[in-house]
């Protein structure tokens, strides 16, 4: 039954996949190129499928297949895997902003039209944009609350940013293998310490997306090696504590997360009051 099934499954992804192929190529494509331009009838088409038509095939087909995605790593707006979780601060949102800003980095502003057009412009010419906006990564149900970054030599094309998520201490204490823990979208007041949930990873270039071919940043897969960065970074302005590393669930084991390399630790650190 179970093979009758996973059979199945993979046929309606095919399915999936030939009708997406037939709406780009022989409809969008085709009727695009009878009434514009060809550069601008491919340049239509890239659009609506990188990011309409294919966003949507790939949110059907992990409806599809039952994913079950283990909370080890944030997921995107698409549904797939996305930044590993590495790192855990303990304060509150002043003391985030204060501990960031004394290693040298700077907040990333909004994701929005304005912001996206200048990080197109900045990324094109290769001129600095120190508060460039992150992409939007979901964890606990959510959007990112708050991200830093610290560009590389200068570059918006490559940088270290960390995104955080605020997870009240309450909240910590619940059942982390239960799905309500991962999906409840509530946002606790960050006035108050809390536990900023980070996933950082190292920009080191242009990329398109596996499954939708949309532009985005390259990134280095070693996260371990960004966890330490950053670590070394706050550490050596004393702005956090001791730092412990936890496993992030008792089932996790080292090795790869999407594209990224992992071990699957989680580092802890308590920030410093000024």
């Known amino acids: 039954m179970r093979l009758l099934t996973r059979l199945f499954q993979r046929f309606l992804i095919f399915c999936l996949g030939v009708v997406s192929v037939w709406l780009i190529v022989f409809v969008i494509f085709d009727t695009a190129d009878h009434r514009l331009p060809w550069v601008v009838a491919v340049s239509l088409t890239y659009g609506l499928a990188a990011y309409v038509i294919l966003p949507n095939v790939v949110r059907m087909g992990l409806k599809v297949l039952h994913r079950s995605l283990i909370p080890r790593y944030t997921i995107t707006g698409d549904g797939l895997p996305g930044d590993p979780v590495n790192l855990v601060l303990i304060g509150t949102l002043q003391q985030l902003r204060d501990a960031f800003a004394t290693a040298g980095w700077t907040t990333a502003d909004r994701l929005g039209a304005a912001s996206s057009w200048r990080m197109i412009r900045a990324f094109l010419l290769n001129s600095p944009y120190p508060n460039a906006p992150f992409s939007t990564l979901y964890l606990f149900g959510r959007r990112q609350d708050i991200g830093f970054q610290e560009p590389i030599n200068n570059s918006p ?45 190292r920009d080191t270039g242009l990329s398109l997306a596996r499954l939708t071919l949309q532009v985005t940043h390259a990134t280095d897969s070693d996260t371990n090696a960004e966890r330490s960065y950053i670590l070394a970074q706050l550490t050596a302005k004393r702005v956090i504590g001791d730092v412990a590393l936890h496993q992030s669930g008792s089932r996790l084991q080292a090795g790869k997360v999407n594209h990224y390399v992992t071990d699957g630790e989680i580092a802890f650190a308590s920030l410093m009051e000024n």
Do not use: C, Y
């Not at 998520?165 to 960050?190: C, G, H, I, V, Y």
């Open 157 to 201: 094309r490559k940088r270290h940013h960390i995104r955080f998520w605020a997870l009240s201490l309450a909240r910590s204490e619940e059942d982390m293998a239960a799905a309500s823990f991962w999906m409840n979208t509530d946002k606790p007041s960050t006035d108050q310490p809390v536990l900023w949930v980070g996933a950082g990873t």
